[in-house]
């Protein structure tokens, strides 16, 4: 029995997923391939994801290869109650409902290990945190895990020999962080700072934290609409490949002083604390794309500031010390929270990697150990020159010639 918020919003969901699906051709093919051989039949997968039309596709992709699908949210604050409820409808158990408590958020996640998945899916390691704490009873194959702070988790409960079963770390296929982390959080983080704020980016001092996967792609975003942009960056390697691409490169503290909106994208906590607030310029707006909500140390702005007032849908204006410091979508992951997250074209290829992983757990997972695996590089290879011939690129091929070539290690200086 699903818990939604209204079944009506079934039709509305229904056109949202459909829209979505226009732009996520490479799922379709798989899609169209497990409607015939039924990869996955009659096992049960528990998903806990961003509930979101491109998550949908997904959800339908593994229905159509035989698995019974629950779903409920990885982030109370990103649900789309519609999208929800047409899963409902399409015979998914859906458990998600837009901005509910945390108490609720738990009880939807163990709704779903009620489901008693043979394989999850997580996008931060909540289902399996509770597999390996109050649900530890629970047997399951494997399972998989979308984002980057899920996957540093599962690294180190394997670190630890904490881990029972095999993970999937799907986040680090190239054709998920290489595009979905970079193209994707780039454009849909500013997107979500320009719906919540109406800022016109051009000629404001964007401040960058983290110059990984996300933070390039926000960088680059920011920088092509006319941001003058500044990023903060602890690994050297990282914060010179910024300053070479034409950023100022600059301490926290520093940057803190002369930003007019800051969105961190670091994976950390407290990327954003006191002694960044005590610095800061009037008005300026702080919002997060990193996954947890803990990378504003927004307790302690709330523990300075003498009054707080919410201004816009997405915006909090905090009165601290005698300014105001705006904080966007509660500092939660601005782009799923003040927009609607990654375009669908790039949650393609990444969702073509997890419905491949499920199948990839349910052919091996006799085999594998409790660890934390990468699908095979063929699977990547086969979704980039999947995706490259939908957008009309063409790929080179190489002459037996070539390839001899390059193998060979007896031909040098001629
Ligand atoms: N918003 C989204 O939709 C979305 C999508 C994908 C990933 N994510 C999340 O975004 C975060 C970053 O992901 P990524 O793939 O770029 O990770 P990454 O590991 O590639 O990059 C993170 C960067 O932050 C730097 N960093 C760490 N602590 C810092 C600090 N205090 N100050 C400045 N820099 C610091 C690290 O050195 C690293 O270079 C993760 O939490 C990930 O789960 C969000």
């Not at 629950?70 to 899963?87: E, G, Q, R, W």
């Not at 939807?108 to 909540?126: E, F, S, V």
């Amino acid at each position: 029995m699903s818990s939604i918020k209204d079944a009506k919003l079934a039709d509305l969901g229904h056109q949202e997923v459909d829209w979505a699906a226009r732009q996520m051709k490479v799922l379709e093919d798989i899609k169209t391939e497990f409607s015939q051989t039924k990869p996955l039949e009659g096992l049960n997968i528990g998903a806990c994801m961003h509930v979101t039309k491109e998550t949908a596709n997904l959800m339908l992709t593994l229905k159509s290869a035989g698995a019974n699908v629950a779903l409920c949210a990885s982030n109370p604050l990103s649900t789309k109650d519609s999208v929800a409820a047409y899963l409902a409808e399409s015979d998914i158990e859906v458990h998600a409902i837009h901005g509910v408590s945390n108490d609720e958020f738990f009880k939807h996640l163990n709704a779903i290990l009620d489901t008693k998945p043979d394989i999850t899916m997580d996008d931060g390691a909540d289902l399996v945190s509770l597999l390996h704490t109050e649900r530890a009873d629970l047997p399951v194959m494997g399972s998989m895990e979308e984002t980057t702070t899920g996957v540093i988790r599962l690294k180190s409960m394997e670190k630890n020999n904490k881990l029972r079963f095999p993970v999937v770390a799907v986040n680090d296929s190239d054709t998920k962080h290489l595009f979905d982390n970079r193209f994707g959080t780039g454009q849909s983080a500013m997107d979500g700072v320009i719906r919540a704020t109406d800022l016109l980016i051009a000629g404001l001092n964007v401040v960058v934290i983290g110059f990984g996967d996300c933070g390039k792609g926000v960088a680059e975003r920011a920088y092509g609409m006319g941001a003058k942009v500044t990023v903060v960056e602890p690994n050297s390697v990282r914060a010179l490949e910024a300053l070479m691409h034409g950023y100022e490169v600059k301490t926290s503290i520093n940057a803190a002083k002369i930003a007019d909106v800051i969105i961190s994208v670091t994976g950390n906590m407290h990327a954003l604390d006191k002694q960044h607030f005590d610095v800061m310029k009037d008005g300026v707006a702080l919002a997060n794309a990193g996954h947890f909500d803990v990378e504003i140390n927004l307790a302690a702005l709330k523990e300075g500031s003498t009054q707080v007032d919410r201004v816009r849908e997405h915006v909090e204006s905090y009165k601290y010390n005698g300014k105001e410091i705006l904080i966007l979508a509660e500092g939660r992951l601005v782009n799923l929270a003040a927009a609607t997250g990654h375009p669908a074209s790039v949650m393609d290829m990444s969702f073509a990697n997890q419905a491949l992983a499920a199948e990839w757990i349910k052919d091996n997972y006799k085999e594998l150990e409790p660890k934390v695996y990468t699908l095979p590089n063929e699977v990547d290879l086969k979704i980039a020159a999947t995706k490259l011939g939908l957008m009309g690129g063409e790929l080179e091929i190489l002459t037996e010639e070539q390839i001899n070539y390059l193998d060979s290690w007896e031909h040098g200086t001629s």
